[in-house]
T-cell receptor
Framework: KNEVEQSPQNLTAQEGEFITINCSYS?????LHWLQQHPGGGIVSLFM???GKKKHGRLIATINIQEKHSSLHITASHPRDSAVYIC????????????FGQGTRLTINP | DAGITQSPRHKVTETGTPVTLRCHQT?????MYWYRQDPGHGLRLIHY???????DKGEVSDGYSVSRSKTEDFLLTLESATSSQTSVYFC????????????FGEGSRLTVL
């Protein structure tokens, strides 16, 4: 079992839909990262959080430390949101030894 | 955008040849990392650096070496490339240990024939 599990692995939705991507982890963490990777492109950090909730535009990330679970929400989804979303946990063992999930491939159809 | 560049962006080489990938940053960040990304495995840490001449191994370090002679450059070397090292390599930089945000380069696609 991977230390960081994401679900779903693939998600297809229509433009405008509310999107939720889930991340569960089994390791002790100092922070949880959400990353975005467009096809053929680089990786962009969306959020880094250790508690509560963060919001940036149409993106919202939440984390529940007790349940070891985080979610990434996208409101009013748009085709340009189509990308792979990656959850990564910063290990308590330091040096930002991130443990990565497998990624969720999101496709938003117009 | 964070000032981080990787070179080369694409490389095709033959088995047994040496290969060096370069990561250059203009942010003066202390931490630098090399990851590889493969289908079915996600991102995996190869080596990282926590300062000039200070480096350590990650989970998939066999067959790779690194060097950091100055803050801005972190080099990844494959002494004798193998087909199993065909991958996309990402460099990342970070300011703080443990909870700091990471910034990634655009990636270097390496094909070993």
């Amino acid at each position: 079992k991977n230390e960081v599990e994401q679900s779903p692995q693939n998600l297809t939705a229509q433009e405008g839909e509310f999107i939720t991507i889930n991340c569960s982890y089994s390791v002790g963490i100092s922070a949880l990262h959400w990353l975005q990777q467009h096809p053929g492109g680089g990786i962009v950090s969306l959020f880094m959080l250790s508690s509560g909730k963060k919001k940036h535009g149409r993106l919202i990330a939440t984390i529940n430390i007790q349940e070891k679970h985080s979610s990434l929400h996208i409101t009013a989804s748009h085709p340009r949101d189509s990308a792979v979303y990656i959850c990564a946990a910063s290990s308590l063992q330091g040096a930002q030894k991130l443990v990565f999930g497998q990624g969720t491939r999101l496709t938003i159809n117009p | 955008d964070a000032g981080i560049t990787q070179s080369p962006r694409h490389k095709v080489t033959e088995t047994g040849t040496p290969v060096t990938l370069r990561c250059h940053q203009t942010e003066n960040h202390r931490y630098m990392y090399w990851y590889r990304q493969d289908p079915g495995h996600g991102l995996r840490l190869i080596h990282y650096s926590y300062g000039v001449k200070d480096t350590d191994k990650g989970e998939v370090s066999d067959g790779y070496s690194v060097s950091r002679s100055k803050t801005e450059d972190f080099l990844l070397t494959l002494e004798s490339a193998t087909s199993s090292q065909t991958s996309v390599y990402f460099c990342a930089i970070g300011l703080a240990e443990g909870t700091g945000e990471l910034f990634f380069g655009e990636g270097s696609r390496l094909t070993v024939l």
